[in-house]
Nanobody, 123 residues
Framework: QVHVAESGGGLVQPGESLRLSCAASGSIFSDAAMAWFRQAPGNAREFVAV????????YYADSVKGRFTISRDNPRDTVYLQMNSLKPEDTAVYYC????????????????WGQGTQVTVSS
């Protein structure tokens, strides 16, 4: 059984930074894809970033490219999302997700999810 838990959300002002953490437990291997998605009220869950452990590549949504950075610490089965230059439109619940067999950009392809952490960007 795989358990995933996010932390690090909060309230920040526009232009500020925040780092989210996602800790996974229960037989996570370095070749798993670990991703971040987000969901704002009334919207569908959308892809943010993924770290594909199988090929050592990262991918980002266009809306966060250049501002967000995903990284992972394999011995700790932890993935991070460094978010810089935050905007009000980044406000959402951020979810961490895990799958095997390569990365994907749609939520339905991920097998394990955390409960989410709220990020609010407001002045």
């Amino acid at each position: 059984q795989v358990h995933v838990a996010e932390s690090g959300g909060g309230l920040v002002q526009p232009g500020e930074s925040l780092r989210l953490s996602c800790a996974a437990s229960g037989s996570i291997f370095s070749d798993a894809a670990m991703a971040w998605f987000r969901q704002a009220p009334g919207n569908a869950r959308e892809f943010v970033a993924v770290d594909d452990g199988r090929i050592g590549s990262t991918y980002y949504a266009d809306s966060v490219k250049g501002r967000f950075t995903i990284s992972r610490d394999n011995p700790r089965d932890t993935v991070y999302l460094q978010m810089n230059s935050l905007k009000p439109e980044d406000t959402a619940v951020y979810y961490c997700a895990v799958k095997w067999g390569g990365s994907a950009f749609t939520a339905s392809q991920y097998e394990y999810w955390g409960q989410g952490t709220q990020v609010t960007v407001s002045s």
